[in-house]
């Protein structure tokens, strides 16, 4: 038997071969080979069809106009011309005629004329279940630091779109990040910092979220009338993973006032919940967004440590700059915004009464 072979000179890339007798093909790796029956790989070769000039075409014939198939498409008139002109060349038949300024479908024309309704319906329904699919859902990834006092916007999102599925991830501010760039979630709510990645797009939300340090009120850093970072040197900590963005805040901020020593972080926390119990029980200080930590302070199960300056975060949306963004995320944004708005306000009427 008489083969003509084109055999695979790289390891491992494929290569194929065809029988002159059984006109057979093979593709070829290693020693191992996948057959193919005659003509099937014929059957592979790309179509002749460029599917935007057989829109183009669609239009032409639904309009029986280039002029008027032009202006529905938002394209010139010799735009539409090449591309029917370009569809006649490739399958070589002749599919429309131009009798004064009106078009009229050749037998070729008439029946490829089905053909493309058929597609283009297919091709809107395609659309449209790609749209439905993405609306059906939103996954948004929370910065632990804003689990609790955002709540309410994850709630208010519900009732507003109660057919969306609306699933919530909360994790540290980078860990999030990374799941924004994994594309495992549509949008990311994190604390303003640099995540040093020109893919990420970030949305600022606000520029002023106050974090409170705590203690227990019996805590003997809690008797103290005045504090500075300096004074929590050595002093024992629950914060979140190296990968939070709240405590990297807190690390460099103590650093800055003058600690040199390691920060005792005697327990590490992914869950803002589990650290404000820890502190409750005096195991230690923790910071917290001051929303997250009202009702135990109002119940005098946490006291807020008096440092000499305020700390004030900022919050960002982030969504990946390369993706198309999801049509209900800016949805999300908005109502975020509008939660942090709100709950500034009140604080700061709070404060002047106080």
């Given at each position: 038997?008489?083969?003509?072979?084109?055999?695979?000179?790289?390891?491992?890339?494929?290569?194929?071969?065809?029988?002159?007798?059984?006109?057979?093909?093979?593709?070829?790796?290693?020693?191992?080979?996948?057959?193919?029956?005659?003509?099937?790989?014929?059957?592979?070769?790309?179509?002749?069809?460029?599917?935007?000039?057989?829109?183009?075409?669609?239009?032409?014939?639904?309009?029986?106009?280039?002029?008027?198939?032009?202006?529905?498409?938002?394209?010139?008139?010799?735009?539409v011309t090449y591309h029917i002109r370009s569809l006649e060349r490739n399958v070589g038949l002749k599919l429309i005629e131009v009798k004064r300024q009106k078009v009229f479908?050749?037998?070729?024309?008439?029946?490829?004329?089905?053909?493309?309704?058929?597609?283009?319906?297919?091709?809107?329904?395609?659309?449209?279940?790609?749209?439905?699919?993405?609306?059906?859902?939103?996954?948004?990834?929370?910065?632990?630091?804003?689990?609790?006092?955002?709540?309410?916007?994850?709630?208010?999102?519900?009732?507003?779109?109660?057919?969306?599925?609306?699933?919530?991830?909360?994790?540290?501010?980078?860990?999030?990040?990374?799941?924004?760039?994994?594309?495992?979630?549509?949008?990311?709510?994190?604390?303003?910092?640099?995540?040093?990645?020109?893919?990420?797009?970030?949305?600022?939300?606000?520029?002023?979220?106050?974090?409170?340090?705590?203690?227990?009120?019996?805590?003997?850093?809690?008797?103290?009338?005045?504090?500075?970072?300096?004074?929590?040197?050595?002093?024992?900590?629950?914060?979140?993973?190296?990968?939070?963005?709240?405590?990297?805040?807190?690390?460099?901020?103590?650093?800055?006032?003058?600690?040199?020593?390691?920060?005792?972080?005697?327990?590490?926390?992914?869950?803002?919940?589990?650290?404000?119990?820890?502190?409750?029980?005096?195991?230690?200080?923790?910071?917290?967004?001051?929303?997250?930590?009202?009702?135990?302070?109002?119940?005098?199960?946490?006291?807020?440590?008096?440092?000499?300056?305020?700390?004030?975060?900022?919050?960002?949306?982030?969504?990946?700059?390369?993706?198309?963004?999801?049509?209900?995320?800016?949805?999300?944004?908005?109502?975020?915004?509008?939660?942090?708005?709100?709950?500034?306000?009140?604080?700061?009427?709070?404060?002047?009464?106080?």
């Open positions: 038997m008489q083969h003509n072979c084109i055999y695979d000179i790289i390891e491992n890339t494929p290569a194929f071969r065809v029988s002159s007798e059984s006109r057979e093909c093979c593709f070829l790796k290693r020693e191992s080979f996948t057959w193919f029956p005659a003509g099937q790989f014929e059957r592979m070769t790309p179509s002749k069809l460029d599917l935007h000039s057989l829109i183009v075409f669609y239009y032409v014939a639904s309009e029986e106009s280039i002029t008027a198939a032009a202006e529905k498409l938002c394209l010139t008139q010799p735009t479908l050749t037998q070729a024309g008439a029946g490829l004329y089905k053909y493309a309704g058929e597609i283009y319906r297919q091709m809107n329904g395609a659309e449209k279940y790609l749209e439905n699919l993405k609306e059906a859902s939103l996954r948004v990834g929370i910065s632990t630091t804003f689990s609790t006092c955002l709540a309410s916007a994850a709630s208010a999102f519900e009732k507003s779109y109660p057919r969306v599925k609306l699933i919530i991830k909360s994790a540290s501010s980078f860990e999030i990040a990374e799941a924004v760039l994994d594309c495992d979630v549509d949008l990311g709510i994190v604390v303003s910092t640099d995540y040093g990645n020109p893919k990420l797009k970030s949305i600022t939300l606000s520029t002023e979220e106050q974090l409170v340090l705590v203690a227990s009120p019996s805590s003997a850093i809690a008797q103290r009338p005045r504090l500075a970072f300096a004074n929590l040197c050595g002093y024992p900590l629950i914060l979140g993973p190296e990968t939070s963005a709240t405590r990297q805040l807190i690390l460099k901020k103590i650093r800055l006032g003058g600690c040199h020593m390691p920060s005792p972080i005697i327990v590490e926390v992914d869950s803002s919940e589990w650290g404000i119990n820890l502190v409750e029980k005096g195991e230690g200080v923790g910071v917290h967004h001051i929303k997250s930590v009202e009702r135990s302070i109002a119940d005098g199960r946490l006291k807020i440590l008096p440092l000499s300056n305020s700390i004030l975060i900022g919050a960002e949306a982030l969504l990946r700059a390369d993706a198309p963004e999801h049509p209900m995320a800016q949805k999300f944004v908005e109502l975020v915004r509008k939660t942090l708005d709100n709950k500034r306000e009140k604080s700061t009427a709070q404060a002047a009464r106080n």
